[in-house]
């Protein structure tokens, strides 16, 4: 049985066939002026970031500007303070300069000075000594006689016998023409001492060498009023030699000084005073009042 087939509807088919491609048209116009749309939104928008940006960047100019001057004001500032201490400092440093060699110049005067005042020391001491060596030297052949009682009416000849029973006494005796002068000095001891020059120093040095024997020897009787024959209870008697007012003084103050500090020995020897610690030490000789000082310090 043949078959019959319809025939295909042409018109209908280009006429559907029409549709799509109109709606595709319209689509794409559409998404054209979204496009459209979007691109002047975009630019837009970029148009004011833009803006804003080049607003940003011109504030922040003025703020760096600002900035920057604002630093620069602090520097000069700075810059003049700096010259300023820097003026200041040299100032400074040219005082400190002008003092210090002031300073300098007052030290040396101060040094010059007391070299100066230790050399009129010195000199002042020269003065001291030379008169004084001088009048050892005129008492050089003297002794003095201490604790010797007082006569009433008594004359240079109760003297002379006193001297001359003293020296029979340490078996070395004396006549008229050994003794030069005799007298008693001025003190306010009721005792004044007895002062007798003799002719010669060798003289001299024998009776006081014979009267440190004589003392040595015997011991429990000294040297007393009974040996030079004077009536009354027996007084110890003292001799030795006949020092210038320094060296007297200086006699004393070496005496004191040995008491004080347990010095064995005190004595003078042709006008010089020695001192001397224990036996068998070295004797140390004084020769002025700072040589007492000096040892007070070593002590």
Not at 87 to 114: G, H, N
Request: charged content about 30%.
């Amino acid at each position: 049985m043949p078959l019959k087939r319809t025939p295909p509807n042409t018109m209908s088919s280009v006429t559907n066939t029409q549709y799509p491609t109109e709606n595709y048209l319209n689509d794409s116009s559409d998404t054209e002026a979204q496009t459209s749309k979007i691109i002047c939104s975009t630019k837009r928008k970029r148009g004011r970031k833009e803006k804003k940006q080049q607003e940003c960047d011109c504030k922040f100019s003025q703020s760096l500007e600002e900035f920057r001057k604002e630093q620069q004001a602090n520097f000069n500032i700075l810059r003049s303070a700096f010259e300023e201490l820097k003026e200041q400092s040299i100032k400074l440093r040219e005082s400190v300069e002008f003092v210090a060699a002031k300073y300098d110049e007052a030290i040396q005067k101060i040094k010059q000075m007391e070299e100066e005042r230790s050399n009129d020391q010195k000199q002042m001491i020269l003065l001291d000594i030379i008169p004084d060596q001088l009048e050892r030297l005129t008492r050089s052949s003297s002794l003095e006689i201490h604790n010797v009682p007082k006569q009433s009416g008594e004359t240079k000849n109760d003297l002379f016998n006193i001297v001359a029973n003293l020296s029979k006494a340490v078996s070395l005796p004396i006549q008229y023409h050994d003794v030069y002068d005799v007298f008693r000095i001025n003190g306010k001891s009721q005792n004044k001492s007895i002062i007798v020059e003799f002719t010669s120093v060798l003289l001299k040095e024998k009776i006081e060498k014979n009267i440190k024997i004589f003392n040595k020897e015997h011991k429990n009787e000294k040297l007393n009023t009974g040996h030079l024959q004077i009536t009354g209870p027996k007084m110890p008697i003292y001799v030795s030699e006949n020092l210038p007012p320094r060296t007297r003084r200086l006699f004393f103050l070496a005496r004191e000084f040995a008491a004080a500090y347990k010095y064995k020995y005190c004595w003078s020897a042709h006008g010089r005073i020695f001192l001397r610690k224990t036996d068998g030490a070295q004797f140390l000789r004084v020769n002025c009042e700072e040589d007492i000082a000096k040892l007070r310090k070593k002590q």
